[in-house]
């Protein structure tokens, strides 16, 4: 295992991160009632505090400092497989969120949290250590949060 590998997943996991505050920024941006509005803007700020966690393990990783983090070994697998590019979430067109109502746009937010749930919880099942599965699980559970948010 490369740590050049290491390095390019997480990265993916990061981009799926900035993925997922771009498109609740752009739902918000798209529905008109003031509650929903606010509600993806919290979710949006939410997603910054998983793309936190990600970049203070790639921090811990690169500076060789994994401490309290699971080790990379020992997410890499697991994260590996959850992050091709055929897991990732569709966004929608500008089209579409141009003549989408507030149920729909509320419904693309649901399906984005309920695809990275699945892939946090597969990981969490693919981890090959306690410190790993549970930084999976906490992920997976805030993103359940979200689901039920909406």
């Known amino acids: 295992m490369k740590g050049s590998e290491i390095v390019v997943v997480i990265h993916k996991a990061i981009d799926r ?6 498109l609740y920024l752009k739902l918000a941006k798209a529905v008109k009632d003031v509650k929903a509005k606010n509600v993806l803007i ?13 970049e203070r ?8 400092k994994e ?33 989408a109502d507030e149920v729909r746009i ?18 969490a099942a693919s981890a090959s250590s306690p410190a790993a599965k549970e930084m999976f699980l906490s992920l997976a559970k805030e993103e359940e949060m979200h689901g039920k948010i909406l």
């Not at 939410?46 to 966690?53: A, C, I, Q």
Request: glycine share 4%.
């Open 42 to 54: 919290n979710l949006a700020s939410d997603e910054v505090g998983h793309l936190d966690k990600l």
């Open 106 to 123: 509320l419904q693309l937010a649901v399906e984005r949290e309920d695809v990275a749930n699945r892939a946090y919880l597969d990981m």
């Open 57 to 64: 393990h790639l921090t811990s990783i690169l500076s060789g």
């Open 67 to 99: 401490g309290v983090l699971p080790k990379a070994s020992e997410v890499l697998d697991a994260m590996k497989a959850q992050l091709s590019e055929s897991s990732k979430f569709v966004f929608p067109s500008a089209a579409e969120l141009a003549k």
């Open 17 to 22: 991160e900035k993925d997922a505050i771009s």
